[in-house]
């Protein structure tokens, strides 16, 4: 009797597809997506409409591996803007470098839009309100380190001027702090372009300081 032919696709098969198993993390690879996650809440809903909760569920694990990385949200909300105030301390530090003082006053005008425009979140932290203390301090305090740069830079041209160097000072945080609200309208606005906007407040600053006094006075009755 010949040998019955056996059918091959009614045989169980051993080879069914395996599910991928998924590649675990590292704690520092963890860690860097918490931080992007949080990163990205607090920019869009700010830290106190932020949870715990949404960002481990965000993350794909329990909120325990929230608080073992950063001990809560306040932890992780202080490295966020720490991390931020560094960068945006960096790149306009960085821009500084040596050059007529108007192409310094372009270059930092530029690092700060450029910061605006690559890390919008980032930017969009900085300008609330901190609800916590901040070991690298407030973004009024990083204004006021990116300002101290500035001073250096306008010392030097009052000296070349005959102006009273040790106003320098005043003016730095002027001219900082014009930069720095020209950018917060300009994060929503996003209107004229980023080199247009840079070559207008370079304008209004340059040629303020080309028309300077040396002893400004008042114009009006009050004097005091």
């Not at 990163?39 to 932020?50: D, Q």
């Not at 949404?54 to 608080?67: L, N």
């Not at 001990?71 to 040596?98: I, Q």
């Amino acid at each position: 009797m010949g040998a019955v032919a056996t059918d091959s696709s009614s045989t169980p098969s051993n080879d069914k597809p395996r599910r991928a198993r998924r590649t675990r993390m590292t704690g520092a690879e963890r860690r860097q997506q918490l931080l992007e996650i949080g990163r990205t809440l607090f920019a869009a809903k700010g830290f106190e409409g932020t949870s715990v909760e949404e960002i481990a569920a965000k993350a794909g694990v329990s909120k325990p591996v929230v608080y073992e990385h950063f001990g809560g949200k306040e932890g992780l909300y202080a490295v966020v803007v720490d991390r931020e105030m560094r960068r945006l301390l960096d790149m306009v530090t960085s821009s500084l470098t040596a050059g007529h003082p108007r192409e310094l006053c372009e270059q930092a005008a530029f690092a700060l839009l450029d910061y605006i425009e690559e890390y919008t979140d980032g930017f969009r932290i900085l300008v609330r309100d901190s609800p916590i203390p901040q070991s690298t301090g407030t973004f009024a305090s990083l204004i006021s380190d990116i300002a101290t740069q500035v001073e250096d830079i306008l010392g030097r041209e009052f000296k070349s001027r005959g102006f009273d160097p040790k106003l320098a000072p005043l003016y730095a945080q002027a001219l900082v702090g014009m930069v720095a609200l020209t950018g917060q309208w300009w994060l929503d606005v996003r209107r004229p372009k980023k080199a247009e906007v840079a070559a207008h407040l370079v304008n209004l600053a340059w040629h303020g300081l080309d028309g300077i006094e040396a002893k400004p006075h008042l114009i009006g009755r009050r004097k005091a």
